[in-house]
């Protein structure tokens, strides 16, 4: 009975020491990433590895930190959903139904964002259905369709 604690002890001894190591290893690499001045190098190098962590340790915060109030060209980099900043978040104001053509222009909620523009797709005849879908000449737009019925 003796020998089966001092194995399992020893067992755990080995555990602890190797997930420490892998843990420091860890630590090593994410400050060799943090040396780095611009904060566009950064952009998406969150790492999906828990090795060694927790998930609360393994949280990549640094890229919830840069926001566009900041660091105004992180709307301009690639993958980005626009590049325009509206209340620190990077948005496209020519189709974007909360900030339409300006930040802070909201459509209505029958209305879509088309070039900057509020529109109605179901009446529209320029837009009909959706932004640029021009009816031809003599047909009308009802119900987001040219030429119902």
Known sequence: MKSL??????????????????????????????????PFTNIGLASNSLRGAGRFLAQ???LAAMTCNEYPRVCRAKGSPGPDCCKKKCVKV???RLNCGK??????????????????PMTDHKHCG??????GKGNK??????NYA
């Open 60 to 62: 990549n915060t640094r």
């Open 5 to 38: 604690n001092i194995f399992i002890a020893t067992l755990i001894l080995i555990m602890a020491l190797a997930i420490s190591l892998s843990v420091a290893s860890h630590d090593q690499e994410d400050a060799n990433e943090t040396a780095l001045d611009l």
């Open 103 to 120: 930040c802070g222009r909201k459509c209505k909620y029958s209305e879509i964002c088309c070039k900057g523009q509020c529109m109605n």
């Open 94 to 96: 020519t189709t974007d």
């Open 141 to 146: 737009c009802v119900h987001g369709m040219c």
């Open 130 to 135: 959706d932004c640029n879908n021009k009816c």
